[in-house]
Protein backbone atom coordinates (compact mmCIF):
# COMPACT_ATOMS: atom_id res chain seq x y z
CA UNK A 1 0.00 0.00 0.00
CA UNK A 2 1.43 3.85 -0.92
CA UNK A 3 2.23 5.57 2.36
CA UNK A 4 -0.48 8.67 2.61
CA UNK A 5 0.94 11.92 1.41
CA UNK A 6 0.20 15.05 3.79
CA UNK A 7 -2.06 16.35 0.92
CA UNK A 8 -4.02 13.00 1.11
CA UNK A 9 -4.25 12.67 4.43
CA UNK A 10 -5.63 16.38 4.79
CA UNK A 11 -8.17 15.50 2.28
CA UNK A 12 -8.99 12.62 4.15
CA UNK A 13 -9.63 14.22 7.48
CA UNK A 14 -11.92 17.13 5.32
CA UNK A 15 -14.22 14.43 4.18
CA UNK A 16 -14.77 12.82 7.30
CA UNK A 17 -14.72 16.22 8.89
CA UNK A 18 -17.41 17.10 6.48
CA UNK A 19 -19.80 13.51 6.58
CA UNK A 20 -19.36 14.21 10.72
CA UNK A 21 -20.64 17.72 10.36
CA UNK A 22 -23.47 16.50 7.49
CA UNK A 23 -24.64 14.19 10.06
CA UNK A 24 -25.24 16.44 13.01
CA UNK A 25 -27.06 18.69 10.74
CA UNK A 26 -29.66 16.44 9.84
CA UNK A 27 -32.34 17.35 11.89
CA UNK A 28 -35.03 14.46 11.80
CA UNK A 29 -36.96 15.32 15.12
CA UNK A 30 -40.53 15.76 14.57
CA UNK A 31 -40.90 13.62 10.89
CA UNK A 32 -42.38 10.28 11.52
CA UNK A 33 -39.81 8.02 10.99
CA UNK A 34 -39.46 4.13 10.62
CA UNK A 35 -40.96 2.52 13.51
CA UNK A 36 -38.17 1.59 15.88
CA UNK A 37 -40.08 -1.14 17.46
CA UNK A 38 -43.59 -2.72 18.21
CA UNK A 39 -45.88 -0.55 20.24
CA UNK A 40 -48.73 -1.92 22.16
CA UNK A 41 -51.99 0.08 21.89
CA UNK A 42 -53.51 2.54 24.01
CA UNK A 43 -56.89 1.72 24.80
CA UNK A 44 -60.03 3.27 26.89
CA UNK A 45 -59.61 2.47 30.58
CA UNK A 46 -55.65 1.55 30.29
CA UNK A 47 -53.95 2.54 33.28
CA UNK A 48 -50.82 4.44 32.72
CA UNK A 49 -47.78 4.76 35.03
CA UNK A 50 -45.47 7.74 34.61
CA UNK A 51 -42.24 7.37 35.90
CA UNK A 52 -40.98 11.17 36.93
CA UNK A 53 -42.12 14.60 37.54
CA UNK A 54 -40.01 16.30 34.96
CA UNK A 55 -40.97 18.08 32.24
CA UNK A 56 -41.13 15.18 29.89
CA UNK A 57 -43.30 12.99 32.57
CA UNK A 58 -45.63 15.81 33.31
CA UNK A 59 -45.75 16.46 29.43
CA UNK A 60 -47.04 12.63 29.40
CA UNK A 61 -49.40 12.85 31.80
CA UNK A 62 -50.87 16.30 30.90
CA UNK A 63 -51.57 14.60 27.51
CA UNK A 64 -53.11 11.71 28.62
CA UNK A 65 -55.00 13.20 31.36
CA UNK A 66 -56.67 15.74 28.71
CA UNK A 67 -57.38 12.63 27.00
CA UNK A 68 -59.20 10.99 29.75
CA UNK A 69 -57.02 7.98 30.21
CA UNK A 70 -55.92 6.92 33.61
CA UNK A 71 -52.40 8.06 34.85
CA UNK A 72 -50.85 7.90 37.77
CA UNK A 73 -47.12 9.46 38.06
CA UNK A 74 -44.62 8.87 40.33
CA UNK A 75 -42.17 10.79 41.72
CA UNK A 76 -39.33 10.39 44.21
CA UNK A 77 -38.86 13.57 45.78
CA UNK A 78 -40.95 16.33 46.91
CA UNK A 79 -41.17 18.90 44.31
CA UNK A 80 -41.86 18.34 40.81
CA UNK A 81 -40.08 20.16 38.06
CA UNK A 82 -37.29 17.29 37.94
CA UNK A 83 -33.75 19.47 36.21
CA UNK A 84 -36.24 22.07 35.55
CA UNK A 85 -37.51 22.78 38.78
CA UNK A 86 -37.45 26.04 40.98
CA UNK A 87 -35.82 25.61 44.21
CA UNK A 88 -37.07 27.70 47.09
CA UNK A 89 -35.20 29.38 49.95
CA UNK A 90 -36.70 32.11 52.24
CA UNK A 91 -38.63 33.07 49.64
CA UNK A 92 -36.27 33.71 47.31
CA UNK A 93 -36.60 31.37 44.31
CA UNK A 94 -33.76 29.94 41.76
CA UNK A 95 -33.02 27.63 39.17
CA UNK A 96 -30.48 24.58 38.91
CA UNK A 97 -28.76 26.05 36.30
CA UNK A 98 -30.76 28.94 34.29
CA UNK A 99 -33.68 27.45 31.71
CA UNK A 100 -34.44 29.51 29.53
CA UNK A 101 -37.71 28.23 27.36
CA UNK A 102 -36.77 28.09 23.81
CA UNK A 103 -38.27 26.05 21.14
CA UNK A 104 -39.08 25.82 17.36
CA UNK A 105 -41.48 22.73 18.05
CA UNK A 106 -44.82 23.66 17.62
CA UNK A 107 -46.51 21.60 19.96
CA UNK A 108 -44.30 22.43 22.88
CA UNK A 109 -44.88 25.97 22.21
CA UNK A 110 -48.61 25.59 22.34
CA UNK A 111 -48.50 22.86 26.00
CA UNK A 112 -46.07 25.98 27.28
CA UNK A 113 -48.66 28.74 26.05
CA UNK A 114 -51.38 26.41 27.69
CA UNK A 115 -49.97 26.08 30.63
CA UNK A 116 -48.78 29.54 31.33
CA UNK A 117 -49.57 32.34 28.49
CA UNK A 118 -49.84 35.42 31.04
CA UNK A 119 -47.19 34.18 33.28
CA UNK A 120 -44.29 34.45 31.03
CA UNK A 121 -41.97 37.41 30.70
CA UNK A 122 -39.81 38.10 28.02
CA UNK A 123 -36.19 38.73 29.81
CA UNK A 124 -33.30 40.68 27.73
CA UNK A 125 -30.25 38.36 27.52
CA UNK A 126 -27.25 39.14 28.22
CA UNK A 127 -24.14 36.18 28.61
CA UNK A 128 -20.19 36.72 28.89
CA UNK A 129 -17.34 34.53 29.66
CA UNK A 130 -15.35 35.32 32.44
CA UNK A 131 -11.30 34.75 31.73
CA UNK A 132 -8.43 36.12 33.38
CA UNK A 133 -10.12 39.32 34.64
CA UNK A 134 -11.36 39.84 31.45
CA UNK A 135 -14.96 40.11 29.52
CA UNK A 136 -15.50 37.69 26.33
CA UNK A 137 -18.64 37.56 24.61
CA UNK A 138 -20.74 34.61 24.79
CA UNK A 139 -21.31 33.07 22.38
CA UNK A 140 -17.55 33.22 21.53
CA UNK A 141 -16.80 35.47 18.58
CA UNK A 142 -13.78 35.05 16.88
CA UNK A 143 -12.45 38.81 16.49
CA UNK A 144 -13.39 39.92 20.31
CA UNK A 145 -11.76 37.12 21.69
CA UNK A 146 -8.48 37.71 19.27
CA UNK A 147 -8.78 41.09 20.70
CA UNK A 148 -9.69 40.89 23.91
CA UNK A 149 -6.52 38.38 24.48
CA UNK A 150 -3.84 40.67 22.75
CA UNK A 151 -1.73 40.89 20.27
CA UNK A 152 0.55 38.63 20.94
CA UNK A 153 -2.09 36.18 22.03
CA UNK A 154 -3.97 36.70 19.01
CA UNK A 155 -0.68 36.17 17.14
CA UNK A 156 -0.19 33.00 18.76
CA UNK A 157 -3.85 32.08 18.39
CA UNK A 158 -3.55 31.83 14.86
CA UNK A 159 0.04 30.70 14.43
CA UNK A 160 -1.23 28.02 16.55
CA UNK A 161 -4.46 27.04 13.73
CA UNK A 162 -2.28 27.50 10.94
CA UNK A 163 0.14 24.95 12.44
CA UNK A 164 -3.28 22.66 13.35
CA UNK A 165 -4.63 22.95 9.54
CA UNK A 166 -1.00 21.89 8.22
CA UNK A 167 -0.73 19.15 10.67
CA UNK A 168 -4.65 18.04 11.54
CA UNK A 169 -5.23 15.15 13.74
CA UNK A 170 -5.55 12.48 11.11
CA UNK A 171 -8.36 11.16 13.37
CA UNK A 172 -11.29 12.70 15.21
CA UNK A 173 -12.39 10.91 17.64
CA UNK A 174 -12.64 12.59 20.68
CA UNK A 175 -13.54 16.32 21.65
CA UNK A 176 -9.79 17.59 21.42
CA UNK A 177 -8.87 16.29 17.97
CA UNK A 178 -12.54 17.90 17.10
CA UNK A 179 -12.17 21.47 18.49
CA UNK A 180 -8.23 21.48 17.64
CA UNK A 181 -8.41 20.81 14.00
CA UNK A 182 -11.05 23.58 13.58
CA UNK A 183 -9.88 26.21 16.38
CA UNK A 184 -6.20 25.59 16.80
CA UNK A 185 -4.85 23.99 19.94
CA UNK A 186 -4.47 27.21 21.44
CA UNK A 187 -7.58 28.37 21.36
CA UNK A 188 -8.94 25.41 22.21
CA UNK A 189 -6.98 25.12 25.50
CA UNK A 190 -8.47 28.75 26.20
CA UNK A 191 -12.52 29.00 25.73
CA UNK A 192 -12.44 25.18 25.43
CA UNK A 193 -10.34 22.44 27.38
CA UNK A 194 -10.75 23.97 30.85
CA UNK A 195 -14.50 24.43 30.76
CA UNK A 196 -15.33 21.71 29.19
CA UNK A 197 -13.08 19.62 31.74
CA UNK A 198 -14.96 21.32 34.35
CA UNK A 199 -18.13 20.45 33.40
CA UNK A 200 -17.69 16.99 32.23
CA UNK A 201 -15.14 15.93 34.96
CA UNK A 202 -12.94 13.73 32.43
CA UNK A 203 -10.13 14.98 30.11
CA UNK A 204 -11.37 16.16 26.66
CA UNK A 205 -10.06 13.38 24.70
CA UNK A 206 -12.22 11.01 26.63
CA UNK A 207 -15.44 12.64 24.99
CA UNK A 208 -16.58 11.78 21.98
CA UNK A 209 -15.96 14.35 18.64
CA UNK A 210 -19.81 13.66 18.15
CA UNK A 211 -20.66 15.53 20.82
CA UNK A 212 -18.49 18.69 19.37
CA UNK A 213 -20.01 17.94 16.02
CA UNK A 214 -23.32 18.17 17.64
CA UNK A 215 -22.79 21.36 19.15
CA UNK A 216 -20.42 23.28 17.28
CA UNK A 217 -21.76 22.43 13.74
CA UNK A 218 -19.78 24.39 10.61
CA UNK A 219 -17.91 26.64 12.73
CA UNK A 220 -14.31 27.03 12.75
CA UNK A 221 -11.49 29.53 13.18
CA UNK A 222 -10.80 30.58 9.27
CA UNK A 223 -14.84 31.16 8.77
CA UNK A 224 -15.55 32.69 11.79
CA UNK A 225 -12.90 35.35 11.08
CA UNK A 226 -13.75 35.34 6.94
CA UNK A 227 -17.18 35.63 7.44
CA UNK A 228 -17.54 38.07 10.87
CA UNK A 229 -17.53 41.41 7.97
CA UNK A 230 -20.40 39.92 6.17
CA UNK A 231 -22.11 38.80 9.51
CA UNK A 232 -22.29 42.38 11.39
CA UNK A 233 -25.25 43.06 8.61
CA UNK A 234 -26.95 39.54 9.40
CA UNK A 235 -26.17 39.91 12.77
CA UNK A 236 -28.48 42.72 13.57
CA UNK A 237 -31.14 39.87 12.37
CA UNK A 238 -29.85 37.36 14.37
CA UNK A 239 -29.44 39.36 17.41
CA UNK A 240 -33.14 39.95 17.31
CA UNK A 241 -33.38 36.38 17.36
CA UNK A 242 -31.12 36.14 20.53
CA UNK A 243 -31.38 39.48 22.92
CA UNK A 244 -34.33 38.34 24.61
CA UNK A 245 -35.85 34.80 25.82
CA UNK A 246 -39.25 33.70 27.53
CA UNK A 247 -39.23 32.49 31.04
CA UNK A 248 -41.53 32.38 33.69
CA UNK A 249 -42.54 35.17 35.79
CA UNK A 250 -41.44 32.59 38.84
CA UNK A 251 -38.79 30.47 37.46
CA UNK A 252 -39.11 26.85 35.50
CA UNK A 253 -40.69 25.10 38.21
CA UNK A 254 -43.66 27.55 37.99
CA UNK A 255 -45.15 25.53 34.42
CA UNK A 256 -44.05 22.31 36.29
CA UNK A 257 -46.29 23.19 39.01
CA UNK A 258 -49.03 24.20 36.92
CA UNK A 259 -48.72 21.07 34.73
CA UNK A 260 -49.48 19.56 38.00
CA UNK A 261 -52.23 21.37 39.15
CA UNK A 262 -53.89 20.56 35.91
CA UNK A 263 -53.01 16.94 35.72
CA UNK A 264 -54.72 16.75 39.40
CA UNK A 265 -58.03 18.96 38.27
CA UNK A 266 -58.59 16.29 35.44
CA UNK A 267 -59.14 13.95 38.36
CA UNK A 268 -55.28 11.93 37.60
CA UNK A 269 -52.75 11.68 40.26
CA UNK A 270 -49.27 13.13 40.83
CA UNK A 271 -47.86 11.11 43.82
CA UNK A 272 -45.06 13.34 45.73
CA UNK A 273 -42.32 10.67 47.10
CA UNK A 274 -42.91 7.74 45.51
CA UNK A 275 -39.87 6.60 44.11
CA UNK A 276 -39.82 3.55 42.12
CA UNK A 277 -37.68 0.78 42.77
CA UNK A 278 -38.87 -1.85 40.75
CA UNK A 279 -41.09 -2.58 37.31
CA UNK A 280 -42.18 -6.01 37.27
CA UNK A 281 -42.88 -7.85 33.86
CA UNK A 282 -44.69 -11.12 33.05
CA UNK A 283 -41.93 -13.04 30.44
CA UNK A 284 -43.75 -15.48 27.79
CA UNK A 285 -42.30 -18.79 28.34
CA UNK A 286 -42.24 -19.85 24.74
CA UNK A 287 -40.43 -17.13 23.07
CA UNK A 288 -39.06 -15.14 26.54
CA UNK A 289 -40.78 -11.48 25.47
CA UNK A 290 -41.78 -9.51 28.49
CA UNK A 291 -44.84 -7.07 29.21
CA UNK A 292 -44.57 -4.68 32.36
CA UNK A 293 -47.34 -5.52 34.91
CA UNK A 294 -47.10 -3.56 37.71
CA UNK A 295 -44.85 -0.75 39.13
CA UNK A 296 -43.63 -1.07 42.90
CA UNK A 297 -42.59 2.37 44.63
CA UNK A 298 -41.24 3.37 48.17
CA UNK A 299 -43.16 5.86 49.24
CA UNK A 300 -44.08 7.25 53.24
CA UNK A 301 -46.03 4.42 54.01
CA UNK A 302 -43.99 1.46 52.71
CA UNK A 303 -43.70 0.13 49.61
CA UNK A 304 -46.68 -0.09 47.38
CA UNK A 305 -47.73 -2.19 44.58
CA UNK A 306 -49.23 -0.23 41.51
CA UNK A 307 -50.34 -2.69 38.35
CA UNK A 308 -50.13 -0.31 34.99
CA UNK A 309 -51.03 -1.65 31.65
CA UNK A 310 -48.62 1.07 29.96
CA UNK A 311 -45.21 2.19 32.07
CA UNK A 312 -43.31 6.08 30.77
CA UNK A 313 -40.19 6.16 32.35
CA UNK A 314 -37.79 8.96 32.25
CA UNK A 315 -35.87 7.73 35.40
CA UNK A 316 -32.35 7.20 34.03
CA UNK A 317 -31.32 4.22 32.10
CA UNK A 318 -29.16 3.08 34.65
CA UNK A 319 -31.95 2.66 37.41
CA UNK A 320 -34.54 1.34 34.96
CA UNK A 321 -32.47 -1.36 33.94
CA UNK A 322 -31.78 -1.86 38.06
CA UNK A 323 -35.28 -1.70 38.57
CA UNK A 324 -36.70 -4.11 36.00
CA UNK A 325 -37.80 -7.86 37.44
CA UNK A 326 -37.07 -10.35 36.50
CA UNK A 327 -33.43 -8.48 36.32
CA UNK A 328 -32.33 -8.16 33.02
CA UNK A 329 -29.34 -10.31 31.54
CA UNK A 330 -26.35 -9.85 33.31
CA UNK A 331 -24.48 -8.18 29.84
CA UNK A 332 -27.65 -6.14 29.79
CA UNK A 333 -27.26 -5.00 33.45
CA UNK A 334 -23.46 -4.90 33.32
CA UNK A 335 -23.80 -2.04 30.06
CA UNK A 336 -26.44 0.05 31.77
CA UNK A 337 -23.79 0.33 34.93
CA UNK A 338 -21.31 1.54 32.15
CA UNK A 339 -23.51 4.41 31.87
CA UNK A 340 -22.06 7.88 33.74
CA UNK A 341 -23.85 10.86 34.79
CA UNK A 342 -21.99 14.38 36.10
CA UNK A 343 -23.61 15.58 39.10
CA UNK A 344 -24.10 19.66 39.30
CA UNK A 345 -24.59 21.64 42.80
CA UNK A 346 -25.63 24.99 43.28
CA UNK A 347 -24.54 27.51 46.09
CA UNK A 348 -27.17 29.82 45.59
CA UNK A 349 -25.95 33.06 47.92
CA UNK A 350 -27.65 36.11 48.97
CA UNK A 351 -25.85 39.21 48.92
CA UNK A 352 -27.12 42.84 50.44
CA UNK A 353 -26.54 45.26 47.05
CA UNK A 354 -28.10 45.43 43.72
CA UNK A 355 -26.78 45.72 40.36
CA UNK A 356 -23.20 43.41 40.65
CA UNK A 357 -23.41 42.81 37.08
CA UNK A 358 -25.46 43.06 34.07
CA UNK A 359 -25.09 39.26 32.87
CA UNK A 360 -27.81 36.61 33.54
CA UNK A 361 -25.13 34.27 33.92
CA UNK A 362 -21.49 34.42 33.49
CA UNK A 363 -19.35 31.45 32.15
CA UNK A 364 -16.21 30.92 34.16
CA UNK A 365 -12.56 30.23 32.06
CA UNK A 366 -10.95 31.93 34.73
CA UNK A 367 -8.52 29.16 35.74
CA UNK A 368 -7.90 28.57 39.25
CA UNK A 369 -11.38 28.46 40.54
CA UNK A 370 -13.53 25.48 40.85
CA UNK A 371 -17.30 27.04 39.87
CA UNK A 372 -18.20 27.00 36.27
CA UNK A 373 -20.85 29.58 36.21
CA UNK A 374 -22.48 31.98 38.04
CA UNK A 375 -26.29 33.16 37.44
CA UNK A 376 -27.54 36.39 38.57
CA UNK A 377 -31.53 35.59 39.21
CA UNK A 378 -32.56 39.25 39.94
CA UNK A 379 -31.37 39.32 36.03
CA UNK A 380 -33.81 36.53 35.63
CA UNK A 381 -37.04 37.68 36.72
CA UNK A 382 -37.26 40.54 39.45
CA UNK A 383 -40.11 38.34 41.14
CA UNK A 384 -37.29 35.61 42.14
CA UNK A 385 -35.94 37.99 44.74
CA UNK A 386 -38.34 38.72 47.76
CA UNK A 387 -35.70 41.61 49.29
CA UNK A 388 -35.66 44.82 47.45
CA UNK A 389 -31.66 45.52 47.64
CA UNK A 390 -30.46 42.24 47.31
CA UNK A 391 -29.11 39.86 44.92
CA UNK A 392 -29.26 35.84 44.58
CA UNK A 393 -26.41 34.42 42.52
CA UNK A 394 -26.43 30.84 42.02
CA UNK A 395 -22.53 29.31 41.90
CA UNK A 396 -22.58 25.95 39.86
CA UNK A 397 -20.56 23.84 40.71
CA UNK A 398 -20.18 20.12 38.49
CA UNK A 399 -19.24 17.39 40.10
CA UNK A 400 -19.42 13.97 41.03
CA UNK A 401 -21.77 12.25 43.33
CA UNK A 402 -19.53 11.20 46.57
CA UNK A 403 -16.50 13.74 45.26
CA UNK A 404 -14.83 16.22 47.57
CA UNK A 405 -17.32 19.18 46.28
CA UNK A 406 -20.39 17.00 46.60
CA UNK A 407 -19.96 15.64 49.87
CA UNK A 408 -18.31 19.28 51.39
CA UNK A 409 -20.90 20.44 53.97
CA UNK A 410 -23.22 23.18 53.34
CA UNK A 411 -21.72 25.51 55.02
CA UNK A 412 -18.43 24.66 53.44
CA UNK A 413 -19.52 25.45 50.06
CA UNK A 414 -20.86 28.41 51.58
CA UNK A 415 -17.70 29.61 52.25
CA UNK A 416 -15.83 28.59 48.92
CA UNK A 417 -17.92 30.17 46.34
CA UNK A 418 -18.08 33.20 48.55
CA UNK A 419 -14.29 33.44 48.16
CA UNK A 420 -14.52 32.21 44.42
CA UNK A 421 -17.07 35.05 44.15
CA UNK A 422 -14.53 37.83 45.49
CA UNK A 423 -11.29 36.55 44.00
CA UNK A 424 -13.22 36.62 40.76
CA UNK A 425 -14.24 40.37 41.30
CA UNK A 426 -17.35 39.35 41.15
CA UNK A 427 -18.64 40.74 44.23
CA UNK A 428 -18.32 43.97 43.64
CA UNK A 429 -18.00 44.64 47.16
CA UNK A 430 -21.34 43.43 48.38
CA UNK A 431 -21.75 41.34 51.61
CA UNK A 432 -22.86 37.46 51.08
CA UNK A 433 -25.65 37.97 54.66
CA UNK A 434 -26.76 34.01 53.43
CA UNK A 435 -26.26 31.11 51.37
CA UNK A 436 -28.05 27.75 50.87
CA UNK A 437 -26.85 24.83 48.57
CA UNK A 438 -28.85 22.68 46.22
CA UNK A 439 -27.23 19.53 45.09
CA UNK A 440 -28.91 17.99 41.76
CA UNK A 441 -27.73 13.96 41.05
CA UNK A 442 -27.57 12.85 37.29
CA UNK A 443 -27.64 16.25 36.11
CA UNK A 444 -25.63 15.16 32.60
CA UNK A 445 -25.96 12.28 30.56
CA UNK A 446 -21.87 11.83 29.87
CA UNK A 447 -21.16 10.95 26.24
CA UNK A 448 -17.90 9.04 26.99
CA UNK A 449 -16.06 6.85 24.62
CA UNK A 450 -18.36 3.34 25.40
CA UNK A 451 -21.89 5.14 26.35
CA UNK A 452 -22.80 4.66 22.23
CA UNK A 453 -22.27 0.74 23.18
CA UNK A 454 -23.88 0.50 26.38
CA UNK A 455 -27.14 2.17 25.19
CA UNK A 456 -27.49 0.22 22.22
CA UNK A 457 -26.61 -2.35 24.39
CA UNK A 458 -29.72 -1.85 26.74
CA UNK A 459 -31.73 -0.93 24.18
CA UNK A 460 -31.64 -3.99 22.34
CA UNK A 461 -33.44 -5.35 25.69
CA UNK A 462 -35.53 -3.17 26.05
CA UNK A 463 -36.94 -2.13 23.02
CA UNK A 464 -39.15 -4.90 22.17
CA UNK A 465 -41.11 -4.59 25.61
CA UNK A 466 -43.67 -2.74 23.54
CA UNK A 467 -45.55 -1.38 26.94
CA UNK A 468 -42.32 0.14 27.90
CA UNK A 469 -41.65 3.76 26.78
CA UNK A 470 -38.10 5.27 27.74
CA UNK A 471 -38.09 9.14 27.05
CA UNK A 472 -36.79 12.19 28.21
CA UNK A 473 -33.01 13.51 28.97
CA UNK A 474 -31.44 10.79 31.60
CA UNK A 475 -34.88 8.41 30.28
CA UNK A 476 -32.85 8.06 27.02
CA UNK A 477 -29.31 9.11 28.49
CA UNK A 478 -29.95 12.30 25.62
CA UNK A 479 -28.34 15.36 26.26
CA UNK A 480 -31.77 17.06 26.04
CA UNK A 481 -33.65 20.51 26.96
CA UNK A 482 -36.65 20.77 27.96
CA UNK A 483 -38.51 21.06 24.65
CA UNK A 484 -36.65 18.00 23.32
CA UNK A 485 -37.48 15.59 26.42
CA UNK A 486 -41.43 16.85 25.93
CA UNK A 487 -41.13 15.99 22.43
CA UNK A 488 -40.08 12.64 23.53
CA UNK A 489 -42.91 12.15 25.70
CA UNK A 490 -44.98 13.28 23.17
CA UNK A 491 -44.24 10.96 20.40
CA UNK A 492 -44.56 8.43 22.82
CA UNK A 493 -48.12 8.79 23.35
CA UNK A 494 -48.57 9.47 19.77
CA UNK A 495 -46.89 5.99 19.25
CA UNK A 496 -49.50 4.14 21.32
CA UNK A 497 -52.13 6.21 19.65
CA UNK A 498 -50.54 4.48 16.01
CA UNK A 499 -47.92 6.77 14.78
CA UNK A 500 -44.56 5.58 13.96
CA UNK A 501 -42.27 8.11 15.07
CA UNK A 502 -38.55 7.23 15.57
CA UNK A 503 -38.07 8.78 18.73
CA UNK A 504 -34.25 8.08 19.28
CA UNK A 505 -33.97 10.28 16.10
CA UNK A 506 -35.02 13.88 18.33
CA UNK A 507 -31.78 15.17 18.28
CA UNK A 508 -30.41 18.11 20.56
CA UNK A 509 -29.37 19.83 17.68
CA UNK A 510 -29.74 22.80 15.83
CA UNK A 511 -33.41 23.90 16.31
CA UNK A 512 -32.46 24.68 19.80
CA UNK A 513 -29.54 26.02 19.52
CA UNK A 514 -30.69 28.62 16.75
CA UNK A 515 -30.78 31.36 18.94
CA UNK A 516 -26.79 30.68 19.78
CA UNK A 517 -25.86 31.14 15.65
CA UNK A 518 -23.39 33.00 16.06
CA UNK A 519 -20.03 34.07 13.30
CA UNK A 520 -20.92 31.00 11.32
CA UNK A 521 -21.99 30.78 7.34
CA UNK A 522 -24.52 28.71 8.16
CA UNK A 523 -26.41 27.78 11.11
CA UNK A 524 -24.42 26.68 13.63
CA UNK A 525 -24.57 25.74 17.03
CA UNK A 526 -23.80 26.33 20.62
CA UNK A 527 -19.51 27.20 20.48
CA UNK A 528 -19.46 26.10 24.19
CA UNK A 529 -20.71 22.84 25.43
CA UNK A 530 -22.63 22.56 28.33
CA UNK A 531 -25.07 25.49 28.65
CA UNK A 532 -27.96 23.31 30.27
C1 LIG B 1 -27.51 23.17 34.40
C2 LIG B 1 -28.64 22.89 33.46
C3 LIG B 1 -29.20 23.92 32.72
C4 LIG B 1 -30.24 23.67 31.82
N1 LIG B 1 -30.76 24.72 31.09
C5 LIG B 1 -31.80 24.49 30.27
C6 LIG B 1 -32.40 25.58 29.56
O1 LIG B 1 -31.94 26.72 29.64
N2 LIG B 1 -33.49 25.32 28.80
C7 LIG B 1 -34.00 24.06 28.68
O2 LIG B 1 -35.01 23.89 27.98
N3 LIG B 1 -33.44 23.00 29.31
C8 LIG B 1 -32.36 23.19 30.10
N4 LIG B 1 -31.80 22.13 30.77
C9 LIG B 1 -32.29 20.77 30.51
C10 LIG B 1 -33.55 20.43 31.31
O3 LIG B 1 -33.28 20.59 32.68
C11 LIG B 1 -33.92 18.97 31.02
O4 LIG B 1 -34.01 18.76 29.64
C12 LIG B 1 -35.27 18.54 31.58
O5 LIG B 1 -35.43 18.83 32.95
C13 LIG B 1 -35.40 17.04 31.36
O6 LIG B 1 -36.69 16.63 31.71
P1 LIG B 1 -37.00 15.11 32.06
O7 LIG B 1 -38.39 15.07 32.51
O8 LIG B 1 -36.56 14.26 30.95
O9 LIG B 1 -36.00 14.74 33.24
P2 LIG B 1 -35.72 15.35 34.75
O10 LIG B 1 -35.87 16.82 34.68
O11 LIG B 1 -34.46 14.75 35.09
O12 LIG B 1 -36.92 14.74 35.56
C14 LIG B 1 -36.96 13.38 35.90
C15 LIG B 1 -37.76 13.21 37.19
O13 LIG B 1 -37.85 11.82 37.47
C16 LIG B 1 -37.68 11.62 38.86
N5 LIG B 1 -37.22 10.24 39.08
C17 LIG B 1 -36.04 9.70 38.72
N6 LIG B 1 -35.98 8.41 39.10
C18 LIG B 1 -37.16 8.14 39.70
C19 LIG B 1 -37.72 6.97 40.29
N7 LIG B 1 -37.05 5.83 40.33
N8 LIG B 1 -38.96 7.05 40.82
C20 LIG B 1 -39.68 8.19 40.77
N9 LIG B 1 -39.20 9.33 40.23
C21 LIG B 1 -37.96 9.29 39.69
C22 LIG B 1 -36.66 12.67 39.26
O14 LIG B 1 -36.70 12.95 40.65
C23 LIG B 1 -37.10 13.85 38.40
O15 LIG B 1 -38.03 14.65 39.08
C24 LIG B 1 -30.74 22.35 31.67
C25 LIG B 1 -30.17 21.30 32.41
C26 LIG B 1 -29.12 21.56 33.29
C27 LIG B 1 -28.50 20.42 34.06
Known amino acids: MTPETRGDRQRRVRQERRILELKASVNPSVAPGTPSRRVSPLKRGDHIAVIGAGPAGLTAAYLLSKEGYRVTVFEGDDTVGGISRTAQYKGYRFDIGGHRFFTKIEPVQAIWEELLADEFISVPRMSRIHYRGRYFDYPLKAMNALQGL ?9 MSYINTQLNPSPVEENFEQWVTNRFGKRL ?19 IRAEWAAQRIQGLS ?17 IKSLISEFRYPRLGPGQMWEAATERI ?3 GNRVLMNHHVSAIECEVDATDGTRRVTAVRARTPAGEERFPADHVISTMPVRSLVRAL ?3 APEPVRRAAEGLRYRDFLVVA ?3 DAEDLFPDNWIYIHTPGVKVGRIQNFNNWSKAMVPDPGRTCLGLEYFCFQGDGLWNSSDAELIALATRELTELGLASGARVVDGTVIRMPKAYPIYDG ?6 DRVREFIDPIPNLHTVGRNGMHKYNNQ ?4 LTAMMAIWNMQGATHDIWAVNTDFEYHEEQRLESPRPAADPLPASG
Open 150 to 158: GLVNAVRIV
Open 188 to 206: YEIFFKTYTEKVWGIPCTE
Open 221 to 237: LAKAIASAAALNKRSTK
Open 264 to 266: RGL
Open 325 to 327: TPA
Open 349 to 351: LIL
Open 450 to 455: AYRDHL
Open 483 to 486: DHSM
